[in-house]
């Protein structure tokens, strides 16, 4: 693969959007299914949930979620609206429907009233924060006391190496979004990776992880 086609990768990774962003949100279905389920299984609250999730794609892993958790609403928020308009469409015969509301807007701005939700969770969207401080301070507004927050994502010292992270990604460790949780009001920090199939691109092997950091809100 070109610079200018992995340049145009990283865009899409950040934004989908029209026909390649379609194509790009089933790649990252694939790829990141372990990875989102590993998430989604850190939720650790019980009773009836209002769940955000940051940066749900095209929402296919949706009805899973209501499959393994009693929710009130769920609210998928994206930079897309291409996403948005695809979650939609998919989820259109999603038997709970009614419970589930799509979103245009960004991490560090959304729409909800402070103190109303049990649980945000996100996946592999923290590389595009452009103020980790002010999204993370954003999530403990809107989190109920004792809310729950999950970041998934890929580790540094791996992803370092992918080729196509090179322009417009911000890389952490699990440290790091340890540090970034415990600055901003979160507390009971929680690790957990998870290793996966290797993936080659262009004749090179590259190892895959999983890392889960679970926090709550103070």
Known sequence: MSTDNYKQLAAQLRKPQG???DEVAEFMNAGNELLNRNTIQQIKLTGDLSIIEI?????????????????????????????VQSATRLNEGNPEKHKVHFYHCEAKQLPFVSQTQDVIFTVNTIYFWDDVDQVLQEFGRVLVNNGQLIIGLRPKHLMQHYPFVQRGFQLFSAKEVENALLKNGFTTVEVSSYREPDFTNGGVTFPVESLVVSAYKK
């Open 55 to 83: 940066g749900m794609g095209n929402g296919k892993f949706i009805p899973e979620l209501f499959e393994m958790f009693s929710i009130s609403s769920y609210h998928g928020c994206d930079y897309s609206m291409d996403m």
């Open 19 to 21: 026909a390649m962003g």
